[in-house]
C-alpha cells in the first residue's frame, strides 16, 4: 500500500510539473509565434449532477473531457464528512475496489451503500485545474432505536416520556401505537419522536410501539413497556361472615399492588399465632385464613393488612354465629281475604330461638293517614305466644324455611312486612320490606225474594214424562228445533196437567 501511495505521488508531481512545463514552453514561445509547441488546454464536457440511487443500485459518473491530450484524469471521492479520498489517477485505480470501475473516461460504482453518499470529482490538474462535481444521494429504509428503557416502572400519578429515534434516507416518519388498542388520549396514534404520558394510572399501563417508515423497505419497530407502580389495594369477599361452633371457614381478602405488597393477619389488633389458623395465598391475588374447626372464642374481626415501600392499607372481615338476614319467599299475591301466609328463609348455624314479625298496611296507599305507618311488632317462640302461633321451621340445617300466618287482615287492602331471626348469639338484620295484598271480597250475588211457594206437602213428584216434556220444550230434548205448532200444544198440555195436579188436594 505505501508502494501505491509512492506511485501515486510521483504520478501527480509528473502531471503538476509537466503542466507546468508545458505552460512555461508555451509562455516562452509566445513571442516567436511558433505554433508547433502551442498548447490547448483540456475542457470537461461532462456536467456535475445529482444522482439518487437506493442502497445495493449504480451509479455511472461521467468525466468526458476534449483536448485531454498528455494531461492525466484523476477521480476523487469527497465524503460527506469533509474527508477527501482519491479513487483512479489516469486509469490506476488507487484503492482497489471490484465496486468501482473505469470505461474511459466513465466511473461506474455497483452495489451502492451508504458510505458512498457524498461528491464526486472528475479533476485535471492543469493551472488552474478544472473540475466537474457530481453529487451522490443514497436512499436508504427508515431504522428506529429506542432512547428510553424497555420497560419503565412509573409511580402512580407522575408523568412518563417515551422516545424513540429514526435513521433513514428521506427521513422517517415516526408514529407511537399501543399494543393493547388506543392509547390513553382515546386515539389510535400519535405522531413524532416522543410520547408524554401524564398522570400515570392503570389504563396508561401496557406496551408501546414506536415505528418509523418512509416508504423504502419495510416499516421498523421497536417496543416500550410501562408498568404503574401503585399502593396496595386490599377488598374481601365477605365483610361479614356467618359460621357456626365446629364449622370450617375461609376468610378472605384480595390484595393488589406493585410491587407486591407483603400481607398479614391480626384479630382485634393481635397477631395470629395460633396453630389452628392456616395462612395461604394463589396467583390470582386471593390471600385466605382457614380455621379447621370455629370456636366460640374464634367470633369477632379479623385484619387483612398489606404493605409495600408505597403505602400500607387493610380491610376487616366480622366472623360471627348471628343468623344471617331473611329472605321472604312468598308470593306478594295472598289467596285468603283477612289472613296472609308469609314464608322465608333464615340461615344460621345454630337452631333459631325467635322470630319477630311487623306488618303494616302500605303507606303510600294510606298516606292521608297517621296511624297506618305505625308496625304491628310479634315476637314469636318455639312454643308461641299465647294465643299465637308456633315457629314452623319445615327443613332442617343452617338453612330453615319457615312460615307466618297474619290474620285479622282487611280484604283487597296492600300490606308490608319485615321479619327477623334470633339465636343464642343474637338477632339477624330485619329483612328488605315485603308487599303484599290481601284478597277481594267476592261481589254479592242476592235477588229480589219469590213468591211465596205453595206448601211443600201440596207439591207432588214430577213423572218421567213430565221431565221428558220439560226438557223438549226448553229444547234440550233434541238436536232439532221444534215448530211453533208444536211448541205451543206441548205448553198448553203442560199447563193444564200442572193445573190439576194443584187442584187435586182441594178437591179431595
Known amino acids: 500500500m505505501r508502494g501505491q501511495f509512492h506511485h501515486f505521488f510521483l504520478l501527480t508531481l509528473v502531471a503538476t510539473a509537466g503542466s507546468q512545463v508545458t505552460n512555461f514552453d508555451h509562455d516562452s514561445d509566445e513571442g516567436e509565434g511558433n505554433d508547433e509547441y502551442s498548447d490547448v488546454q483540456p475542457v470537461f464536457t461532462a456536467k456535475g449532477q445529482n444522482f439518487t440511487v437506493d442502497v445495493g443500485g449504480k451509479v455511472t459518473f461521467p468525466c468526458h473531457v476534449e483536448n485531454q491530450g498528455k494531461y492525466m484524469l484523476m477521480f476523487k471521492h469527497v465524503m460527506e464528512g469533509g474527508e477527501h479520498r482519491t479513487l483512479y489517477v489516469g486509469d490506476m485505480s488507487i484503492r482497489q475496489s471490484k465496486r468501482l470501475q473505469k470505461l474511459g473516461n466513465s466511473f461506474t460504482l455497483s ?163 395460633s396453630e389452628r389458623y392456616v395462612f395461604s395465598h394463589d396467583t390470582q391475588h386471593r390471600h385466605t385464613l382457614t380455621i379447621q374447626e370455629v370456636q366460640e372464642e374464634d367470633f369477632g374481626e379479623y385484619t387483612c393488612t398489606a404493605e409495600s415501600p408505597l403505602g400500607r392499607t387493610n380491610t376487616s372481615i366480622r366472623l360471627t354465629g348471628l343468623p344471617r338476614v331473611p329472605r321472604v319467599t312468598s308470593s306478594p299475591a295472598g289467596g285468603e281475604k283477612t289472613t296472609y301466609t308469609l314464608t322465608w328463609v333464615a340461615e344460621s348455624h345454630t337452631p333459631v330461638i325467635m322470630y319477630r314479625l311487623q306488618y303494616r298496611r302500605h303507606r303510600e296507599r294510606h298516606i292521608h293517614n297517621p296511624s297506618v305507618g305505625q308496625w304491628n311488632i310479634r315476637l314469636y317462640s318455639p312454643n308461641g305466644p299465647a294465643g299465637g302461633p308456633a315457629l314452623a321451621p319445615l327443613s332442617s340445617g343452617p338453612v330453615q324455611h319457615m312460615t307466618h300466618a297474619i290474620t285479622d287482615l282487611e280484604p283487597a287492602t296492600d300490606y308490608e312486612a319485615t321479619v327477623a331471626v334470633e339465636n343464642k348469639f343474637g338477632w339477624s338484620g330485619d329483612s328488605e320490606i315485603f308487599q303484599f295484598y290481601t284478597k277481594k271480597e267476592e261481589p254479592s250475588t242476592s235477588t229480589a225474594a219469590p213468591s211465596t211457594p205453595p206448601s211443600q206437602s201440596h207439591i207432588l213428584p214430577m213423572t218421567k214424562a213430565e221431565v221428558a216434556l220439560g226438557k223438549s220444550i226448553r229444547g234440550g230434548g233434541g238436536c232439532s228445533r221444534p215448530s211453533p205448532v208444536t211448541t205451543t200444544a206441548s205448553l198448553i198440555a203442560s199447563l193444564t196437567t200442572a193445573m190439576f195436579r194443584l187442584a187435586l188436594p182441594a178437591a179431595l
Open 111 to 273: 452495489g451502492v451503500r451508504r458510505s458512498h453518499a457524498g461528491s464526486y470529482v472528475c479533476r485535471i490538474e492543469t493551472s488552474p485545474a478544472i473540475e466537474v462535481t457530481h453529487n451522490l444521494d443514497v436512499q436508504y429504509p427508515a431504522t428506529v432505536r429506542r432512547l428510553s428503557p424497555r420497560l419503565q416502572h412509573v409511580v402512580q400519578g407522575s408523568s412518563v416520556t417515551l422516545e424513540c429515534t429514526a435513521d433513514g434516507n428521506p427521513p422517517a416518519t415516526i408514529t407511537w401505537t399501543r399494543q393493547q388498542g388506543h392509547l390513553p388520549s382515546g386515539s389510535r396514534m400519535h405522531e413524532g419522536r416522543s410520547i408524554t404520558l401524564s398522570n400515570a394510572d392503570h389504563d396508561v399501563e401496557g406496551t408501546y410501539i414506536c415505528t418509523a417508515k418512509n416508504g423504502l423497505g419495510h416499516p421498523s419497530s421497536t417496543d416500550m413497556t410501562i408498568e404503574i407502580q401503585y399502593p396496595p389495594d386490599v377488598t374481601t369477599e365477605e365483610s361479614l361472615l356467618h359460621t357456626g361452633v365446629g364449622r370450617y371457614v375461609e376468610l378472605v381478602c384480595r390484595v393488589h399492588g406493585r410491587p407486591m405488597p407483603t400481607v398479614f393477619w391480626t384479630r382485634q389488633g393481635r397477631p395470629l399465632i
